[in-house]
C-alpha cells in the first residue's frame, strides 16, 4: 500500500475544520499532519511537517487565504487547494487563486455533498496527479 497523502488543513472555522478532518480520517489514503486556524500557525506546520497537500480557506480574518498562498510559495512551494465558498468555474477569485500558484479550488459548500470527489481531488494533488484546475463541476473531473 502506498504511503498516505499527508495533509495540513488551514481554516478559521473550528465548523470547517472539524468537518474536513472528520472526513480525512475516514479514509486511511489521507493524514491529517496538522490543522491551523490562521496564518501564522499554517507557515509554521508547513515548515514543520512538509505536507503534501494543504488546503487553505480563502478568507481568513487578519492575512487571507491569498497571502498565506504567496508565502507557501515563496516558501518551499507545495500544492495548495484553495476553499472557499465563493468558488465557481470562471470565478475571478479561482482564476487569481490558480494565477498564484494554486494546484485547485474547491467549493466550500461541496465539501459534504461532494466528500468522495473532495477527498479524490486532494489525494490526487498530494500526489502530483493533477493537473491545475478549478474544481466545480463533476464533469470538470473527466476533462
Known sequence: MMKPVRIVVVDDSLTIRAMIETLLERDRRVEVVGIARNGDEAIDMIRREKPDVVTLDIAMPGRDG???????????????????????DGAPITAEAMDRGAAACFNKAMIVREATRFITLIREVGRGMVQPLAEEMPSALAA
Open 66 to 88: 491569498m497571502a498565506i498562498l504567496d508565502e507557501i510559495m515563496d516558501m518551499e512551494p507545495c500544492p495548495v487547494i484553495m476553499l472557499s465558498s465563493l468558488v465557481r
